[in-house]
C-alpha cells in the first residue's frame, strides 16, 4: 500500500505526511517535500507500542502505560534502539514516537505497522488544517492525500520526555 510512497492525511490536530519508515527512498522524498533538515529527526506513530520495537528501547510497564494513555494525544521522546537508524532520529538519542488514537491514522498503521507521521508543511509555514491546503503547498511531491477529517486537538501535538516527564514543545494551537 505504502511501499516506497509518500501521503498526506488528516492527524489527530494537523495534516501529517507520512511513509514508512523502513523505507529510506521515501524517508528522504518526505524530507524533500518538506525541506526539513534531517538533523532535526521525524515523529513515528502506530496503533502498538509493539510495532515501534526496531526503533526505541524496550519499555518497562509504566513506561509503555504512558504511550498507551487514552487521554490527550502525546508525541514521546524515548531513548532509541541501538541500530535506529539516523534519518528517522536525526541527530537525538531519542526517537519521537506516538501512539495514534485517531481512527484514520490509527487503520493505515494497523495495516503496515508504525509509520513516519510529520506535520505537512514546509519548514517554517504553518501546518496544512485542510487537504486543499496540502495540494497548495505539496502539489506532486507527494504521492496521494487519504481524505478525512482531523481529529479533536487544536494543533500539533505536546511532546515530551518519556524518561523525565520533561514538556519538550507545549500542545499547540493551529
Known amino acids: 500500500m ?3 510512497k509518500v501521503l498526506a492525511y488528516p492527524t489527530e490536530g494537523v495534516w501529517g505526511l507520512g511513509c514508512l519508515p523502513s523505507r529510506p527512498d521515501a524517508v528522504r522524498r518526505l524530507l524533500d517535500a518538506k525541506r526539513r533538515d534531517p538533523d532535526k529527526g521525524l515523529i513515528l506513530i502506530a496503533a502498538r507500542c509493539e510495532d515501534l ?3 526505541i528501547q524496550p519499555l518497562d510497564e509504566a513506561q509503555q502505560a504512558k504511550l498507551e494513555h487514552p487521554g490527550e ?5 524515548v531513548p532509541v ?9 536525526g541527530t537525538h538519542a531519542t526517537q519521537a514516537v506516538r501512539i495514534t488514537r485517531h ?3 490509527r487503520a493505515l498503521c494497523l495495516q503496515v505497522g508504525a509509520l513516519v507521521s510529520t506535520s505537512a508543511n514546509p ?6 488544517r485542510t487537504s486543499d491546503e ?3 503547498m ?11 477529517p482531523l481529529g479533536g486537538a487544536s494543533g500539533p501535538t505536546e511532546i515530551r520526555d518519556l524518561l523525565t516527564g520533561r514538556v519538550v514543545r507545549p500542545a499547540q494551537t493551529a
Open 53 to 55: 520495537g526496531p526503533y
Open 2 to 4: 505504502l511501499d516506497g
Open 81 to 89: 534502539a541501538e541500530d535506529a537508524p539516523v534519518l528517522l532520529r
Open 134 to 136: 496540502v495540494r497548495e
Open 103 to 105: 481512527s484514520l491514522c
Open 73 to 77: 494525544p502525546v508525541t514521546w521522546l
Open 138 to 148: 505539496f502539489g506532486s511531491t507527494i504521492d496521494g492525500i487519504v481524505e478525512g
Open 123 to 128: 519548514e517554517g509555514m504553518p501546518p496544512a
